[in-house]
């Protein structure tokens, strides 16, 4: 079973970037397909961007496509979200998922793991 812990949020205004890191432990890193979420107040939890174990392969929203990139590192048990160009409407608390399939999915219930999140706010 594997712990995972999100760091990296925090405040910039629009036009910044924050890079969000995935700590995994636990567990064997590489066997997991890793998922980025996010969800603002008052809303649902939405897919942001996805990382296949396989390959490194990864799928995007398309509301952040081109803006944000998705990474891993099995070497460190890592996954990253580099996020650039953010805008007020990207504020939300993001969460890291994994699981054990190998295909990224946008639902957030084919989702076996998940961290605490950490909070992106974007000012105007």
């Known amino acids: 079973q594997v712990q995972l812990v999100e760091a990296g949020g925090g405040l910039v205004q629009a036009g910044g970037s924050l890079r969000l890191s995935c700590s995994a432990s636990g567990g064997t890193f590489s066997t997991y397909t890793m998922g980025w979420f996010r969800q603002a107040p008052g809303k649902e939890r939405e897919f942001v961007a996805g990382?296949?174990?396989?390959?490194?392969?990864?799928t995007y929203a398309e509301s952040v496509k081109g803006r944000f990139t998705a990474s891993r590192d099995s070497a460190k048990n890592t996954a990253y979200l580099q996020m650039n160009s953010l805008r007020p409407e990207d504020t939300a608390v993001y969460y890291c998922a994994a699981r054990a399939n190998i295909y990224v999915r946008t639902s957030a219930r084919d989702y076996e793991y998940w961290g605490q999140g950490t909070q992106v706010t974007v000012s105007s």
């Open positions: 990382v296949k174990k396989t390959d490194g392969s990864t």
